[in-house]
């Protein structure tokens, strides 16, 4: 009897409530940072340095956000973000759907290889790319524009999304393409007609994954661009602090400000994915 008692505690342990810890676990890393976020940002300075700690504020306010915009040019950093993530996202994407097409549907001799070499060039680490991507913008005059970003990030987002599109590519019959082809397409045609719709899902994710990348980055954008007009959201929001103060409650306002356009983004996406896969799993 105290067998199958312990076998059946340890099946629990090992089954859903496992699960269940592992799901808390992820909800409250992924939650409680931008909970204190937000509840920071509608605190005052003098709540936010009050003993004991306030978890949610007492007398929420939005003077932190107006002060975010007036401080500093706040919806200049996020214009720029978001044509910079939009531009490179769009070219990301046009560069990788050709380049995943090529290797999900031509005989090439070195496939494997170039996959392998995709898979190492994705695992450089930024920092050692700076100083050659800070060259060769110098080299031809591009620094202080949009450009000098868009160009790196679009790179840096292709071995992930062509990967991606890659594996989504090759899921889709042979027959469909030959079909639009005998119906007078051509093979880009039958791409864009055909293929693309079809991997829908495959490119919005893909989509999703360069235009975070391009939205979060700080390390190029502070490095390439030193125009005050053409700084983007990361390096416009580390200007807030000031030389002896940090004034976390306008930050996080700021910080705030920066993830909200996202995190639409990302659910409009989200919803066009699960739709896409939806109505692929009923027309098949």
């Known amino acids: 009897m105290s067998i199958a008692t312990a076998s059946g505690s340890t099946s629990f342990l090992s089954g859903r409530s496992l699960r269940f ?6 909800l409250v890393n992924g939650m409680f940072p931008a909970l204190w976020i937000l509840f920071t940002s509608l605190k005052t300075e ?13 007398a929420p306010t939005v003077q932190n956000y107006v002060q975010a915009f007036s401080d500093q040019p706040l919806h200049v950093f996020l214009f720029n973000s978001f044509m910079v993530a939009l531009l ?3 070219l990301t ?28 060039v994705s695992t450089f680490p930024l920092v050692t790319l700076l100083v050659p991507l800070f060259e060769i913008m110098r080299t031809l005059n591009l620094l202080n524009s949009w450009t000098a970003l868009i160009l790196p990030y679009t790179v840096l987002s292709l071995p992930v999304c062509t990967l991606m599109l890659v594996s ?22 039958a ?17 999703i994954l360069a235009f975070v990348n391009a939205w979060d ?15 983007t959201l990361p390096v416009g929001i580390q200007l807030y602090q000031g030389e002896f103060a940090f004034p976390w409650p306008v930050i996080s306002a700021a910080l705030v400000v920066g993830i909200v356009p996202v995190a639409i983004l990302i659910v409009i996406f989200q919803e066009r994915v699960v739709s896409g896969l939806t109505a692929g799993g009923i027309k098949g």
């Open 21 to 26: 810890i592992a799901a808390a676990i992820l």
């Open 191 to 207: 791409l864009f007609k055909v293929v693309v719709p079809l991997c829908a899902p495959g490119v919005f994710t893909a989509g």
């Open 88 to 90: 490179s996202t769009a």
């Open 217 to 231: 980055e700080f390390l190029l954008a502070l490095s390439f661009n030193s125009n005050p007009s053409l700084r």
């Open 46 to 58: 003098a709540e936010l340095t009050a003993k004991p700690i306030t978890w949610i504020p007492h």
């Open 93 to 120: 994407l046009l560069v990788s759907v050709l380049a995943a097409y090529a290797l999900a549907r031509l005989n090439l001799a070195y496939r494997g290889l170039i996959l392998s070499l995709i898979i190492a």
């Open 168 to 189: 989504f590519f090759e899921g889709i019959p042979r027959d469909l393409e030959n079909a639009a082809m005998i119906d007078g397409c051509t093979r880009m045609g």
